[in-house]
């Protein structure tokens, strides 16, 4: 059963970047055509996607987020990573990783979430 | 604030039906049969429900089900349960340059 797990900083200053990476079990991130996706909820708020990266590199970002966003994959950790730089308050929300069989397809399964804080 | 809008609460006594609406427009819910609903208890990671409009996964109940009218997908739930409590999202395709939209989420109270 593929299982999904976000670590990180839980606190970043603003300005910074902050870096989240998802490990992926259970399956091999390139031995079938997916797409890796993160998505985000602000405490209190609804759901965002943020992009998604397909397993052999190509990349797809929410187009408010796209100027400060890198998505990135490293097939021999089996690992994605997320990385969004000049944070702000705005930016203070868990963090999940997905995956989906398309760009139309649904999110299915998801890690457990972390939560990242951007404070000074 | 979100690109589909649903609407910010719905209640049901056990054993009854709801239904919670999604509205988008001409280049989401209404273009593209791949709308996908998703359940969040607190503190938990969301769960996929209906995908595709109206398919369900294995292991949703099918007491669960989803439809489309134009710009506007919906949710129904029937038999209501204590455990179907939680908020639910409604996600669209958008089509190349947005990708992915999402609702702005329903908080389902079973009375």
């Known amino acids: 059963q593929l299982q999904l797990q976000e670590s990180g900083p839980g606190l970043v200053k603003p300005s910074e970047t902050l870096s989240l990476t998802c490990a992926v079990s259970?399956?091999?991130?390139?031995?079938?055509?997916?797409?890796w996706g993160w998505i985000r909820q602000p405490p209190g708020k609804g759901l965002e996607w943020i992009g998604s990266?397909?397993?052999?590199?190509?990349?797809y970002y929410s187009p408010s987020l796209k100027s400060r966003l890198t998505i990135s994959v490293d097939t021999s950790k089996n690992q994605f990573s997320l990385k969004l730089s000049s944070v702000t308050a705005a930016d203070t929300a868990v963090y999940y990783c997905?995956?989906?069989?398309?760009?139309?397809?649904?999110?299915?399964?998801w890690g457990q979430g972390t939560l990242v804080t951007v404070s000074s | 604030q979100s690109a589909l809008t649903q609407p910010a609460s719905v209640s049901g006594s056990p054993g009854q039906s709801i239904t919670i609406s999604c509205t988008g427009t001409?280049?989401?819910?209404?273009?593209?049969?791949?709308v996908s609903w998703y359940q969040q208890h607190p503190g938990k990671a969301p769960r996929l429900m209906i995908y595709?409009?109206?398919k369900r996964p294995s292991g949703v109940s099918n007491r669960f089900s989803g439809s489309r009218s134009g710009n506007t997908a919906s949710l129904t739930i029937s038999g209501l349960q204590a455990e179907d409590g939680a908020d639910y999202y409604c996600?669209?395709?958008?089509?190349?340059?947005?990708?992915?939209?999402f609702g702005g989420g329903t908080k389902l109270t079973v009375l």
């Open positions: 595709d409009v109206s």
């Open positions: 990266i397909f397993y052999s590199g190509s990349t």
């Open positions: 997905t995956r989906h069989a398309a760009l139309r397809s649904p999110f299915d399964p």
């Open positions: 996600c669209s395709y958008a089509g190349s340059g947005t990708f992915v939209v």
């Open positions: 001409t280049s989401d819910v209404g273009a593209y049969n791949y």
């Open positions: 259970g399956g091999s991130i390139s031995s079938s055509n997916y797409y």
